[in-house]
Each structure stands twice: as structure tokens, then as C-alpha cells.
């Protein structure tokens, strides 16, 4: 999100720009612990969004950089 008063400090937002990589991405989360967001409205298509909060442990975020490594 590119306009800063629409960001939020808890939650990341990320684009991708092809249509079947956002579904690839889906598609490979559902065999792991990961659980992505989808975006609203127009960015429905073409967002992900990934929890920022406090609860996650550092073991978590290796996880979730293991698997974008593996994309």
C-alpha cells in the first residue's frame, strides 16, 4: 500500500502482479501452518496480506521467510 495513511503497523500488505501467482501462493500455504489474508475490494486480485502481531514468535517469521525462499 503505498499511501501511508492507508498502511497499517499490524498488518503487511504485499502486491503481486500475476493473477496465478497470488493463487499459487494460496495453494501452497494450505499444506503449512501458514494462513495468509486475501485483500478487499479492487486488491482482492492481486493482494496478500501477513499478520504483524506480537504473538508471533521469530520461529514463525523463519517460517514464513523459508517458505517465500522456496517460491
Excluded: C, M
Excluded at 21 to 39: A, D
Excluded at 40 to 45: A, H, I, L, T
Amino acid at each position: 500500500i503505498s499511501n501511508k495513511a492507508y498502511q497499517s503497523p499490524t498488518v503487511l500488505t504485499l502486491k503481486v502482479n500475476n493473477e496465478e501467482v497470488l493463487k499459487e501462493i494460496f495453494k501452497r500455504t494450505e499444506s503449512t501452518k501458514i494462513v495468509l489474508g486475501k485483500g478487499y475490494g479492487e486488491w482482492k486480485s492481486n493482494t496478500f496480506r501477513v499478520a504483524n502481531f506480537p504473538s508471533h514468535t521469530e520461529d514463525d517469521i523463519g517460517q514464513l521467510l523459508s517458505f517465500f525462499s522456496t517460491l
